[in-house]
Structure formats: C-alpha cells, structure tokens
C-alpha cells in the first residue's frame, strides 16, 4: 500500500512536470505579449529551458524517463504491474502522461514534438529573455553615525 502511494505521487509529479513544461509556454507567450513582468523571472524561465531540454535528451539519447524508472520500480516493489493493478488515481495520471500509449506511433513523430518543442522554448528564451537584475552600485561613501568617511 506504502510502495503504491508512492509510485502514485511520482506519477502525480510526472503529470505536473508536464504541465509545468506545456502550460509555461502558453503562459510564457501570453505574458511577453501581454507585458507581465514575472514571465521573465531568470528562475521560472531558466527552469522551464532546461525542464524540455532534458526531455528532448532523453528521447534523443534514447533513455527512460527517471520518473518512468522509479514509478516502475515502485510499482513492482508493491507488487503491481505498471498499469493493470494501480489504484484508479494512478491510472488516471497515467493515462494524462501517456496518452498515445498502445497506439502505434512513430518515434519519428515524437523526436520532431520533442525537439520542436524544445527550439520553441528556445527561442522564446532568446527572443524574449528573462530580465536578470543588474549589480547595484555602492554609494561613493558610506555615512556612520553623520559623518563620512573619506576613501
């Protein structure tokens, strides 16, 4: 039961990963176009860049998600298989992630989604990039107890 509610959360993290990477796009797009100013937050963006770059990696590289890994591995430690025997929490978020699963579909079609997907973010990125804050100036002399010190 422990091992089951555990793979539940990676794949509730699995879900959230990907709704971070799609829906920040939109956002990212609407809020440039819109003058938002936290859209350009070094942070979000940075994390966002490199969030669909690793995935773009990945399939390129031909390696299996890390939380595919452990979901898997937490699964079988529960005594279930991959998607048969989870709770129906589990399916469901599995079935948001993996949508086209047991259809025949072209690995072709997903290195294109994921690289263009992955040069859209890109060049968002470089197109309208995040504001990182300048360095702030020291005054010319610092004032102690009313007086200035001389440099």
Known sequence: MFFSFLADLVEASHVAFLIFTL????????????????????????????????????????IECPLTDLEVYLRDLAGEQRNADASFIGRLL????????????????????????????????????????KARTTAPAAKVSGQTHAQ
């Open 94 to 133: 599995h079935r948001s992630v993996f949508i086209f699963e047991g259809v025949d579909t072209s690995h072709w079609g997903f290195l294109v989604g994921y690289v263009g997907f992955a040069i859209i973010v890109l060049a968002t990125f470089v197109l309208a990039p995040p504001r990182f804050r």
């Open 23 to 62: 829906i920040g796009q939109i956002v990212i797009l609407v809020g440039v176009g819109l003058g938002w100013r936290w859209v350009r937050n070094p942070w979000f963006r940075c994390i966002h860049l490199a969030c669909i770059l690793f995935v773009a990696y990945e399939y390129i590289v031909g």
